[in-house]
């Protein structure tokens, strides 16, 4: 799953006017502290009770002094001064818990999957940005980045499937927009690999498609 040391992904982050990224990278080091709690607890009851965590402490946000670890921190600093709920962001942390919780990740499971987690980063990435950003690119960045990591193979055909559909939109994103436009692009070039192969991160065909997405919004 994505980390905050992706080249394509800073490249996409240095669409936004300078002032936002510090947000959007505060909002994205938050999915990858959960995409890193899952990928390395590898029982379920501990990853419930780490999740809990999350919740817990993303909840108590704003109410006290801002608390020392990095990605809390970040998010009290950066997305919480600038009105985000800590409900919302607490949404995508029950995203995360659908892999856990659902006994099979049937198109249903892999829905509410991309909705709370996918579509939750990219409204609120929009609400940071100052432009509004529909939900459906978010979740279809959030499944095809999911399907690289799955290992059942129908798992990974229905998660891909979705994925497709949702990133299918071609519609020009707005200026103030680019930079989570760029993320989505990243995720459909993924998606146009077989499955499990390992992107070619930051290949001259590659970063050319994100600066015709900088360029045209396209």
């Known amino acids: 799953m994505t980390s905050t040391d992706d080249p394509e992904r800073t490249l996409a982050f240095s669409y936004a006017r300078q002032g936002d990224r510090p947000?959007?990278?505060?909002?994205?080091?938050?999915?990858?502290?959960?995409?890193a709690l899952l990928r390395t607890t590898s029982e379920p009851a501990i990853a419930q009770i780490r999740l809990a965590w999350w919740r817990e402490e993303i909840a108590r946000l704003g109410q006290g002094p801002v608390p020392a670890m990095p990605v809390l921190a970040g998010l009290a600093g950066h997305v919480l001064v600038r009105g985000v709920d800590p409900a919302r962001l607490v949404?995508?942390?029950?995203?995360?818990?659908?892999?856990?919780?659902?006994?099979?990740?049937?198109?249903?499971?892999?829905?509410t999957f991309a909705a709370k987690r996918g579509g939750t980063l990219f409204t609120v990435g929009g609400d940071l940005l100052g432009v509004e950003v529909g939900r459906l690119a978010g979740e279809g960045w959030a499944l095809g980045d999911l399907s690289r990591h799955l290992a059942s193979v129908d798992e990974v055909?229905?998660?891909?499937?979705?994925?497709?559909?949702?990133?299918?939109?071609?519609?020009?994103?707005?200026?103030?927009?680019?930079?989570?436009?760029?993320v989505a692009a990243i995720a459909a070039m993924d998606l146009a690999l077989p499955p499990?192969?390992?992107?070619?991160?930051?290949?001259?065909?590659?970063?050319?498609?994100?600066?015709?997405?900088?360029?045209?919004?396209?």
């Open 23 to 35: 947000a959007l990278a505060a909002l994205f080091a938050l999915d990858d502290a959960l995409a």
């Open 91 to 111: 949404e995508i942390v029950e995203g995360w818990e659908v892999l856990i919780e659902a006994e099979t990740l049937d198109r249903e499971a892999l829905a």
């Open 157 to 182: 055909i229905i998660a891909r499937d979705m994925a497709r559909e949702r990133l299918s939109d071609t519609s020009r994103w707005p200026r103030a927009s680019r930079a989570l436009g760029a």
């Open 196 to 218: 499990h192969v390992v992107p070619p991160i930051g290949s001259p065909k590659r970063v050319a498609r994100l600066a015709w997405m900088r360029l045209t919004g396209r």
